[in-house]
Structures are given as C-alpha cells and as structure tokens.
C-alpha cells in the first residue's frame, strides 16, 4: 500500500488525555541523566520531589500518540521508518504534575521520489488540560525510507541549520550510563530495540540502542545546563537533525556556537568513535 496523501493529511488521531505525577517526572530525568551526578544541587532539583522541577523536554513524552505509523490506517511501510528531525518550542515551563491534552495532526508530506523515501511532518499541540493554555508545540519528521514515488511534492519545506565554519564558543560533555535506555522506556517507548539484545543485533546493532528522544533529552540537559543555568523557565525552543545512534554508556559532546543573544546552534558527537549524533541543531532561550 503506497501513501495517499490526501488521506494522510485526513487522519483523525485520537485525543490524548495523560495525567502525570511527580514519580512521572522525575522517572524521566533520571532516564535523560539528571543525577547523574548526585552532589550536583541543580541537577537535584529535577529528581527531588521536595523541590521539584520538570524537565523541558519532558513535554515530548506526554500526550503521546504511540506508534501511529502502525497503529492507524496510514498507508505508511512503518517497518522502514526512522526518526529524522524533531522540534520542540514550549509556550509555558512544565509543571511537574498536572494533566495535558494532545493533539495531533499532520502538515507536510514531501515525496523524495521513487527508491529515496517521503517525509511525513507531524506536529502534537500540548494543553493544559483544565485551561485549555497551551504549553508545547512538537514537530516530528518522520523518514519514511520505503515510501518514495507516490506523486507527492518533491521539496522539503524546512531547510537545516547551517553549523558555523569555525572552532565551536563552547563544548559540553554529557555523560550517559549505561541503564539509560532501560529507564528511559518507563517513560513510555517500549520498542525492544532499545532494550533487547538479540532484537538489536537483528536490526543491525551490536547491542541495544538509546532511545533518539532520550538522545535529545540529553542534549536539552547540557543546554540548560551550559546556556540557562539550570533554570527550566528559560528554555524556549530546541530542533535538529538525528544522525547516528548513541549506544547507553556513551559520552554526548556537545559543540555550541553562540549566534546571537537567545539562540545558539549546536551539532552533538560521540568524540570516541568520531559520529555526529545530532546535526543542524538550534536551541532558543531566554537571555
């Protein structure tokens, strides 16, 4: 079944309503390294429930849709999907217990053309669930490697962020352990790729990888950390382009390029094996 695009950009996708507690929250800064260094007073205040605060990023695991490439009537080959791009601008700092609604829908399709794939862009509106305030808009982009050559439009309708041609103004290190990945999946992600060994070495790994949104859960942390510091109500806006796995265990260096007051562009690597793990990033804050 090839994609339809018209009946793509017509998919009604359930209505999402997720309560969460402070267990909830601090689950998912322990499984994006919050703590990691336990004498760390600012890294205790996302994972202490007497002073909590919630992590930025956390908005991406509520109200989440699940896997809807497969679970809906998409006409997507979900087997061959892979996570391209991500976005994430918050309207508001989360609290760390409430409940939200999520709405999702789809705003782009792009055709790559026959053999190369197509793009799905969906985006997820978060609200508060009593007021109806939003707090996050997300905007995954969705590789669809085996669905190419359907008619659809062939240009992308986002183009990256160019990384500077110079030394970066900052590198930061964040470490990862080598639990992560199966801390992480309590927040959500239940894919045993990311916990399973003998299903990651069926998909081509030597052992199970992190998840990418607890990748960019990681990078959100060192950019608090470095640009904000530590100060959640700072963070505005952080998107970029996944390209390589990170493996649990792995250190994530972070090259941040200062480009104006409240932006900076950022590319993340694994220094010891020499990948860029995440390209093309912009992170948005208040100054």
């Known amino acids: 079944m090839a994609i339809d695009p018209e009946k793509l950009f017509a998919l009604r996708f359930p209505e999402i309503r997720h309560a969460y507690t402070w267990r909830d929250s601090i689950l998912y800064a ?108 997300l905007l995954q982009t969705v590789f669809c490697r085996g669905d190419g050559g359907f008619g659809g439009k062939s240009e992308a309708p986002r183009t990256p962020h160019p990384i500077p041609d110079r030394a970066p103004d900052q590198t930061v290190d964040m470490p990862t352990h080598s639990q992560m990945a199966l801390v992480y999946r309590l927040s959500g992600d239940f894919n045993l790729l990311h916990s399973d060994p003998a299903i990651a070495r069926k998909a081509g790994y030597e052992r199970p990888i992190l998840h990418g949104l607890a990748t960019y859960g990681v990078i959100g942390h060192g950019l608090m950390a470095a640009l904000c510091d530590y100060a959640p109500e700072r963070v505005v806006a952080l998107e970029g382009r996944f390209s390589a796995p990170v493996f649990p265990g792995e250190t994530i260096s972070i090259d941040i390029w200062r480009e104006k007051p409240g932006q900076a562009l950022f590319r993340s690597r694994i220094a010891a094996r020499n990948a860029v793990v995440f390209n093309n990033g912009s992170f948005e804050y208040t100054a």
């Open 30 to 137: 322990l499984g994006t390294g919050y703590g990691i260094d336990p004498m760390d007073e600012r890294q205790l205040r996302f994972v202490d429930e007497t002073k909590l605060q919630a992590a930025p990023t956390m908005a991406n695991v509520l109200a989440y849709p699940g896997f809807w490439m497969r679970d809906l009537d998409t006409g997507i080959d979900w087997v061959k999907v892979v996570h391209g791009e991500h976005a994430m601008r918050l309207h508001r700092p989360l609290a760390p217990e409430g409940e939200v609604v999520g709405r999702t829908r789809i705003v782009d399709i792009v055709d790559k053309g026959p053999g190369k794939g197509a793009l799905v862009y969906a985006e997820r509106q978060i609200s508060d669930g009593s007021t109806g305030e939003r707090i996050a808009t």
